[in-house]
């Protein structure tokens, strides 16, 4: 994601605060608990953090608006991996590469990693896991759903941006990696068009509503 003008070691700050909060949350036994301590710990660094997304004459009256926790969206699934590929270059892309949309400027690189078969209750969706082959690099999922637009970002919301510290877990040696819904989080041009941010996939629109993680309206 591409940042307007801020303070370097501000933004930093705040991509430490966000990874000791994923850290927190992994730690926490209850994910109910671990949620609304995510919940709490955003709005107020939201709020109050020079480095918020949050314009500056906005952050003191912020709330942030959750649906409420629902343990079934909460799913520990495999990831049914793709052949491996080279990552996307700034060239013609691997059998892999996508450019993902972005809020403002250029589609940005990213390699397709795998999928995800998330068990609804009206029945599996598939959702591509991708990887941002850029220095430090991360696993990035965002989605859309039937909620956009109206209740929330229309351009979709983040699930795993691991490049961020934005990560719930999962078990390597079983292949596994937790998607848990009601963490979904709006990108920070949902609040500031100036920021600039990759989203969803097509591949990743899901045709029923998410009425988890965080909203607008």
Known sequence: MDEPEVDYLELADWRRRISELYAQVRAERDPASGHELWRATRERLYREHPASPVPAEKRSSFRARHFPYDPALRFEVPLICEQPAGPASAGESSALGIRLPISTGAPRPFDRIGRLEVPFAAGPRRLALFWLPEYSGGLFLAFRDATNGRETYGGGRYLLDTGKGSDLGGDPAAGTIVV??????????????????????PENRLDLEVRAGERID
Do not use: E, I, K, V
């Open 180 to 201: 848990d819904f009601n963490f979904a989080y709006q990108p920070s041009c949902a609040f500031d068009p100036r920021w600039s941010c990759p989203l969803s996939a």
